[in-house]
Structures are given as C-alpha cells and as structure tokens.
C-alpha cells in the first residue's frame, strides 16, 4: 500500500508540469486589501502583548480595546467604525478615567440587538466571550423602537445624520452614473441584507425613487436569484472588499464610508446620487437599561453630540443633527 501510495504521489507531481523558477506566492496584496485597515490605532488596550492578526485568517476586526476590564462598553452599528477611533481618543482626552478602558463593537445593529438578547455573548471563529453593554447606537427609529420594549433606557440621544452614495472602484470600470445603471444587465452588484442592516431600507426607498418598484425587484430579488446580486453580512467592510477584488461593480453605502475608504488610500471611488433620489439617517443612541456603568455612557452621550465630536464625523461626511429628517 505504501509502494502504491508513493506511485501516486509520484504521478500527480508529474501530471503538473511546474515552469522554471516558478514559486509558491502569498495571496497578491492580502495586507492592503483585507482590513484591517487601520492598523491598530482603533485599539484601546494600553498593552496590546503579542499581534496575531493575519488577514482573511485570524481577523477580528469588529472588536475593539481590552476585554479583562472595562469601563465603558459601547455597541456601535458598523456605519462609523472608522470614526469610533478619533472619537475615543477626544473623549479620553475629555475624561483620563477611562483611557484604555473602552470597549466597542462596530458590527450590524440587527445584529447587535441579537448579541443583547443572547447576554452579550459572542463567538468569532474558536472564542467565545462575553461583553454586555452600556450604550447602544442605532438609526434613530430603532433606538426608540428599543426604548418602547424596555432594551434601552430613554432618552434616545440623536446626532447625525448622513446620505447614501453609489460606492464604485477607482475609476468606475462598468460606467455606473446613477442608481438606474444598478438594474443593467451584466452589472454585478454587492448590498446590504435588508434582513439585519438597517441601511437596507432607505436603499429600498431610494431605488424605488429612481427607477420605481421594477428597480427594486431587479436589485434586491430578481439579482439575489440570478446570482448578480451578493447580500452582504457585515456591510461596511464586505462592499469595499469585494469591489477591491474585483467581484462586484457596484454597492450603495453610506457616504461616509466611500470618504474613509478613499481618505485611506484604497482604490474606491463613488458616484453621488442626487437629493431627490437620496434617502437620509439619523443616528441616535441610548443606555441600555442595566448597564453595568451607566455614568459612564451618560457621558459618552453628553460627549457625542459635542462640538468636538461633531467636527469629527464631519469629516467624514455626517452631518449634525438638527431635528429634522
């Protein structure tokens, strides 16, 4: 059995001819298309001991900061996971008790409600852990929605408000110019999953604005069917990944994201779409009713609607809040 077993390794070896000098290469640019992509600085652990992050390996980039202590737990919906690293370090700078001693999560707020309902308990890949919040930030119907059933704590805390664009790679190889090319044949499109992302709704709405009811049947039914439509699980990060790997010509987002991606370096452009087309958000947040540090999310709520932490999301494009939608 031996004999034959090394007959057959032998004859597979030769059945693939290797070309001279050829070699064994890591997949192309696996560091600077993968996330994450802020090398760190969205940690908050003061030690961060031994780095093990490999990309598309072990990779948990939506948890941020020491798990072993914390005095501060937000659960943030993905829509600013690039802004959450500015805007712990101003409120640190404004409140020194807690430095290092924040932890947040920037994943789907759907998703998010569904970690609350199971105590706070995640699993990604082979460790489990458990990290209850204080604060819970959301679209602001949501985080109302979860003040009337007694999962938050009112008042519902809103801040800013921001618009949807057409997230495309650089240079805009399929030519999309508006949300009618979405409904093209041959273009290939990466969205949100209207099951847990709440941006799937205003997409929805948007769509429906610019090419009625038959260009939301294209996009979110008839694609998913054919096969031209991926459905995202984790947005913010999937629609930029994807479109850098060349596996989709196009996904709507927020504006604010195309404006990091870009701000960073990666090759992501966007088309605008017009106000009349457009759908907006307001982002709002609440304590989450037995948080085990309420003061602390007061403060981060009192904080977050600063003029200081304002100027940060305008840099990426939000807008503050005015009370009106």
Request: net charge neutral; proline share 8%; glycine share 8%.
């Amino acid at each position: 059995m031996k004999g034959f077993r090394a007959l057959l390794a032998l004859a597979l070896l030769s059945a693939v001819p290797l070309s001279a000098g050829a070699q064994t290469k890591a997949p192309l640019d696996n560091s600077q298309v993968f996330p994450p992509w802020q090398h760190g600085a969205n940690n908050d652990a003061l030690n961060k001991g031994f780095n093990f992050t490999v990309p598309e390996v072990d990779n948990m980039v939506d948890f941020h900061g020491d798990l072993s202590n914390p005095k501060l737990v937000l659960y943030v919906g993905g829509n600013y996971y690039f802004a959450m690293a500015p805007l712990v370090a101003a409120f640190e700078a404004a409140n020194p008790q807690y430095k290092g001693r924040i932890f947040y999560v920037t994943i789907p707020p759907g998703m998010l409600v569904q970690v609350m309902q199971k105590g706070g308990t995640f699993t990604s890949g082979n460790m489990t852990f458990t990290v209850k919040p204080d604060a819970y930030f959301a679209g602001l119907k949501k985080v109302q929605a979860l003040i009337d059933s007694g999962v938050l704590s009112a008042p519902a805390v809103p801040y800013v408000t921001n618009d949807l664009t057409i997230m495309v790679p650089k240079g805009n190889p399929a030519h999309i110019q508006s949300l009618a090319d979405l409904g093209k044949p041959g273009v290939r499109l990466v969205m949100p999953n209207p099951a847990y992302e709440g941006i799937a709704r205003q997409i929805e709405a948007a769509l429906r604005k610019a090419g009625g009811d038959a260009l939301e049947t294209q996009v979110y039914q008839t694609g998913v069917t054919n096969g031209t439509t991926i459905l995202t699980h984790i947005h913010h990060r999937q629609t930029p990944l994807f479109l850098m790997q060349g596996l989709a010509d196009a996904g709507v987002t927020w504006k604010s994201e195309a404006i990091f991606q870009e701000e960073i370096g990666n090759p992501i452009s966007d088309v605008p779409i017009p106000a009349a087309d457009n759908a907006t958000a307001i982002y709002a947040g609440a304590v989450v009713k037995g948080a085990a540090h309420p003061d602390a999310a007061k403060a981060w709520l009192s904080f977050i609607h600063s003029p200081t932490a304002l100027a940060i999301f305008e840099h990426y494009g939000f807008k503050p809040y005015t009370g009106q939608s």
